[in-house]
């Protein structure tokens, strides 16, 4: 067995961003969209930086304009999931995408998408958690209707909130009453923080924000008083290896600190962030940590214990995936 074929968790996936070309490429074509720009002449989506990438993100999912089309995506989403030995993964979901973040809206886009989850489960196996999460550059206002979302349809389902976004956008702690509600819906928490944003922007979110988990958060190994502060509060990085180069954060997987950040002791767990537009799936992350960094089946056990422990699910299923 190699690496790749061992079982994996997967925790930062976004769900729209997770949907392959050729299935945004169909839904455009039924609805008589056109949104062809946002492919290269090979079908892949195409974009020149983060900003650009969030704008050709936002274009695709106006195709995405029914529960149905949510019911789909998500089926399709997990198929590449199940493909890739997945067993148990959490995407980040949009209300903004799903009815403007209006809550009536929102609950039949949810009920699509859990049918699909229970579906996919009861045929494959794998299990599924929803991350509500708000687009930090739609700003605080549109983020406490989102908070609004998760916190009404918390559920075995739906475990968490989080906010997604341009990092360069405001700061983390302009989102505390979206978070402060979600914490009181009993949500765990998750912040994408320290991708673009230096090291500050982590520290901001663990205190403003009161995240266990950060999204990215690689760099943050520009700080030692950072990492020492992530080693005492337990704070897990959702790290997207495959991801941070595409985005060019880093140019190559070599200069990635995930290694480092290992070696320091802060837990780390591997996931793809948007895998079509990032060119990777999780074998495929899998594969090429094990070839830089020399990880054997060992560390990707570490890799997924760690993952398995901060996975924003209850003891019952955390035992099931044991
Ligand atoms: N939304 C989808 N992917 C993202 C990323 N890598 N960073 C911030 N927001 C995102
Ligand atoms: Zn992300």
Same mark, same amino acid.
């Given at each position: ?82 493909? @890739? ?158 991801? @941070? ?6 140019? @190559? ?70």
């Amino acid at each position: 067995m190699t690496v790749q074929d061992l079982p994996k968790i997967e925790l930062h996936l976004h769900l729209e961003g997770a949907a392959p070309p050729a299935f945004i490429r169909g839904l455009a074509k039924e609805k008589k969209i056109d949104i062809s720009g946002i492919f290269d002449e090979k079908g892949a989506y195409k974009y020149k930086d983060f900003w650009d990438f969030l704008k050709v993100y936002e274009a695709a999912t106006t195709v995405l304009q029914s529960p149905q089309d949510f019911y789909r995506l998500t089926r399709a989403v997990l198929e590449e999931c199940v493909a @890739n030995q997945v067993i148990y993964a959490e995407t980040f979901l949009a209300p903004d995408f799903c009815g403007g973040g209006d809550l009536i809206a929102w609950k039949d886009y949810l009920a699509a998408i859990e049918q699909a989850a229970t579906e996919m489960r009861d045929e494959t196996g794998i299990i599924l958690k929803g991350i509500p999460t708000c687009v930090r550059h739609f700003g605080p206002d549109q983020a406490k209707k989102t908070a609004i979302c998760a916190s009404e349809t918390a559920s075995s389902f739906i475990t968490g909130f989080g906010m997604g976004g341009d990092e360069a956008f405001g700061r983390q702690g302009d989102f505390t009453y979206a978070f402060d509600m979600a914490r009181e819906a009993k949500l765990q928490l998750t912040s994408h923080a320290g991708e673009w944003g230096g090291p500050e922007s982590v520290r901001d979110a663990i205190r403003d924000l009161g995240v266990t988990r950060i999204g990215h958060g690689v760099r943050a190994i520009e700080d030692d008083a950072l990492i020492q502060e992530i080693l005492e509060k337990d704070v897990v990085l959702e790290v997207c290896p495959g991801s @941070n180069v595409a985005l060019k954060v880093y140019k @190559n997987l070599s200069d990635h600190p995930i290694a480092k950040l290992r070696e320091r002791g802060v837990k780390v767990t591997v996931s793809t962030d948007d895998p079509p537009f990032f060119h990777t799936t999780m074998r495929k992350e899998f594969d090429d940590l094990s070839q830089t960094f020399d990880w054997d089946a060992q560390d990707f056990k570490a890799l997924n214990q760690t993952a398995l422990d901060a996975a924003f699910c209850d003891a019952a299923t955390r035992a099931e995936l044991k």
